[in-house]
């Protein structure tokens, strides 16, 4: 145990960062994106799923979930990087717990950004399948972070994390209230 907590605050080598989050970034702003929407139009297509279009309704949410959702998303990944000190890749975890927004408002707003943007890519196909596949994704993705995610930052992070479990909500955000503080202090 002693020895991962001294290799979880290295500093990670800049050619280590581009090695691990080059093929990260491609996974999930390329392949997982793609990967939706060719299986959902087969999977549509075998199943002989109806399509789940309303028109332009479809662009207009799909393209709101995708942007508000990829924002999120890479905006926590931003915040991992220059806050925490490190990534959202396992092999180069955080030096610093980031309680700051976006993780002031929900403990894992790339969770909740990346399922977003993906539903968004869904809704805006019209495709059952492309949505049930993401919703796949975001229940897979939830259950890392409970069995694997936490364990690891209350390893690493001790009563600093356990307070930060308790002032701020696991994905769904609150917002605080005008005039009161955004969770716990840096």
Known sequence: MRK???WAQREPTTAQVVATLLPAGVLFLVALPAGIVVLAG???HALAL???L???VNAVTGLVLLGVG???ALWSVRAEARLGGGSPVPMIPTRRLVVVPPYAYCRNPMVLGTVLAYLGI???LGSASAVAMV???GVLLVTYVKLVEEKELRLRFGEEYEEYLRTTPFLLPRFPRRGSRA???P
């Open 70 to 72: 990829g924002f999120v």
């Open 54 to 56: 309303l028109g332009p």
């Open 4 to 6: 991962y907590l001294e």
């Open 135 to 137: 919703l796949l994704l």
């Open 42 to 44: 087969r999977l549509d």
């Open 50 to 52: 109806p399509r789940l």
């Open 183 to 185: 969770g716990p202090t």
């Open 122 to 124: 869904g809704v805006w």
